[in-house]
């Protein structure tokens, strides 16, 4: 079987093909009129050239995965499993390789990508046991039995972003087809290659058309996967605007949607946190991870009036101390954004949190990486606000930290949940009242206590509002992928009764 039919030199030490074409019943196809190119984000280097699929690619992943679809959904979900293991291993096998693929293709740092893929692979080896322990239930009816059955829905097409592409693939590929379904992924355009290049390792072990994918940009190939009429199920990761053209994509044809979009978490401190150091650092991390290009970012940081002085102080010296360099440099704490349009992005909001009457406790800046000209490095940045702000309530995708002070445990938790979004929260705090009476009154799918982004496997993730419907990371994502059947058995037909008797 050959993986690749691309011409296939290789450009640096990270095994970039030169090109890549559609990703379809486990072979690459040429690329055909139309193609993207890939650069290094920091450097501006040309990485490769990817196909930019359109409805007539879109339509024939659809078809492979619906021909794919009867055999994958018969195979035993201990044999899905078993392959869903193998990939894990294979991915774990290429990591080094695949982060930095990562590294170059995003601006994110080497080591937060190669934690990227260690979590793709848990996600990979958690669905796998998840499959053979997703059953359904039954009870016994008069005269007979009651049997409720889970069953897949058949093709999923699924559209992810940019930030976390390892996580992100993992997230929706792995519970769909340990499920039963079969998939048309769909990458973002601005983060292709290393899940192209997981292609490569899913051709080796999975059926040809179960796994699919089609770079291509959102308008294109993201809107002919959506309206396909052979699509039987959407998932979606991104913008809150985006998910809602997605959703009623999927309403009009009545097909289930679940939807993962953004996110303005609030951080918050309690004053009696005995910790201080570990606290600032771990706020610092939520703020941060992800060059501040993530929806679970803990991006609005409430801090008690009783404590507030000595916590910024010691906030603003770490952000002071933040080494901001190239994704490849072990050294560089905060790396490069994935653009010049999110850079551009990002400035705009710190010159409109200025504009707001915000204060700048730190940073704020563009910084210039020699040899990396090419990229946006901004300098961790720390604005003292008020939750009404722009930078308080917009999602700015970047590392731009609002600091909000309280002294009022309701007003706190009234501004906290005060926000079109839902996602996640923190809570710091060595009071165990304190903790669970903020988890239970903030309006968050996740609220980490004491550790930010404690994201342990099985642990429900969606969000409330405007982030998303349905949880990802969880036995109950199966449950998403999968339609229940009830099947009643009765063990002979009942006396008659309906129509009388002759006479």
């Not at 280097?45 to 659809?62: T, Y």
């Not at 940019?162 to 769909?186: E, H, Q, R, S, Y």
């Not at 080494?323 to 954004?337: D, F, N, P, W």
């Not at 949880?471 to 999968?482: F, G, I, P, R, V």
């Amino acid at each position: 079987m050959s993986i690749e039919t691309e011409e296939t030199t290789r450009i640096s030490d990270s095994g970039i093909s030169r090109s890549y074409g559609a990703f379809i019943n486990n072979e690459f196809i040429p690329i055909g009129d139309t193609s993207f190119p890939a650069f290094d984000a920091g450097t501006g280097e040309h990485l490769a050239d990817v196909a930019r699929c359109g409805a007539a690619e879109v339509d024939q992943a659809v078809e492979a995965a619906r021909a794919a679809f009867p055999a994958w959904k018969a195979v035993a979900a201990e044999e899905r499993a078993g392959l869903l293991l193998k990939l894990a291993d294979a991915v774990e096998a290429n990591l080094s390789r695949l982060a930095l693929i990562d590294a170059r293709d995003i601006g994110r740092k080497v080591g937060e990508t190669a934690l990227d893929h260690q979590f793709a692979i848990n996600q990979y080896r958690y669905f796998a046991a998840a499959a053979v322990t997703h059953e359904g239930w039954g009870r016994s009816i008069p005269n007979g039995y009651l049997i409720a059955k889970r069953e897949p829905y058949g093709v999923c097409g699924q559209i992810i972003p940019w930030n976390v592409p390892a996580i992100m693939a993992a997230f929706k590929i792995a519970p769909a087809v340990a499920a039963g379904n079969t998939v048309v992924l769909k990458p973002d355009e601005n983060a292709s290659l290393s899940t192209l290049e997981l292609g490569k390792l899913i051709a080796e072990i999975f059926p040809p058309g179960v796994i699919n994918i089609v770079p291509g940009l959102g308008e294109e190939a993201g809107a002919a996967l959506t309206s396909h009429p052979g699509v039987n199920k959407l998932a979606f990761t991104g913008s809150s605007e985006v998910g809602r053209i997605i959703s009623i994509a999927g309403s009009q044809r009545l097909i289930p949607v679940s939807l993962e979009l953004g996110g303005k978490s609030p951080n918050i401190v309690f004053p009696d946190t005995d910790k201080l150091d570990a606290v600032v650092d771990n706020a610092s991390f939520a703020a941060l991870y992800c060059n501040g290009q993530s929806c679970l970012a803990g991006t609005r940081l409430f801090v008690h009036d009783d404590i507030y002085d000595e916590f910024m102080g010691k906030m603003v010296a770490a952000f002071k101390r933040i080494s901001v360099g190239a994704a490849t440099e072990e050294s560089t704490t905060l790396s490069g954004l994935i653009s010049e349009e999110q850079g551009i992005r990002v400035l705009g909001y710190i010159e409109k949190g200025l504009a707001e009457g915000a204060k700048l406790l730190t940073g704020g800046k563009r910084v210039t990486v020699p040899g990396h000209e090419h990229g946006y490095f901004i300098e961790p940045t720390i604005f003292e606000a008020t939750n009404d702000m722009a930078i308080a309530q917009e999602e700015i995708f970047g590392p731009v930290l609002t600091v909000i002070r309280w002294n009022d445990f309701d007003q706190m938790i009234e501004e906290a949940n005060d926000i079109r979004y839902g996602l996640a929260a923190g809570v710091y705090t060595s009071n165990l009242k304190n903790a669970m009476a903020t988890a239970d009154r903030l309006e968050a799918g996740s609220v980490w206590i004491n550790s930010y982004f404690n994201l342990a496997s099985g642990s429900p993730f969606g969000g409330f509002k405007e982030s998303g419907i349905g949880s990802e990371y969880c036995h109950e994502t199966l449950n998403m992928y999968t339609h229940l059947k009830s099947i009643t058995v009765q063990n002979e037909p009942s006396e008659a009764w309906f129509i009388p008797s002759p006479l």
